[in-house]
Structure formats: C-alpha cells, structure tokens
C-alpha cells in the first residue's frame, strides 16, 4: 500500500511537471507570434508608406531615384511626360 502511494505522488508530480512544460512552451509560442504579427503589420505599413511617399514624389513633375542594392532607377509619373510630350 505504501508503494503504490509513493507510485501515485510521482506520478502526479510528473504529470503537473509535465503540464507546467507544456503550459510554458504554449505561452512562449504564443508571445512569440504576437512578435511576428506585430513586426510584418509594421513592415507592410512601412512599405505602404514608401509607396505613397514615391507616387507623391514623381507626381510632382520630378525623376524620383529608387535605389535596390548597386542599382538606381529613376521614376517619373507617366502624366508629367504627357505634359511635356
């Protein structure tokens, strides 16, 4: 009887060891993709605030540089040259 007490108590024991674990390892899933979410919602409003900064920019009548790596592309709006054309 007394073994099967000691049995029992571990067992248990095991099993909330077992649960904290789990329970750690969810929360820290969890926080982990709030991160993530929070970080892509912030690049893709950084992206779509360079795009409106570029069409503002071009549809004034001036080249605007885009710079990607070693490479320059100079953007204009299409309307500006109609202007002029």
């Known amino acids: 009887m007394k073994k ?3 049995i029992i108590i571990i067992l248990v024991i095991l099993l909330i060891a077992m649960a904290g674990y789990i329970g750690v390892q969810k929360f820290l899933e969890y926080n982990s993709q709030k ?10 409003y950084g992206y779509g605030q360079a795009i409106i900064q570029v069409i503002q920019q071009a549809s004034t009548c001036r ?4 710079f990607v790596g ?7 709006a299409v309307d500006c040259l ?3 054309g």
């Open 70 to 76: 070693n490479s320059t592309t100079n953007v204009i």
């Open 35 to 44: 991160q993530l979410d929070a970080f892509q919602r912030g690049a893709n």
């Open 63 to 66: 080249e605007v540089p885009l």
């Open 4 to 6: 099967e007490k000691i």
């Open 82 to 84: 109609k202007k002029t």
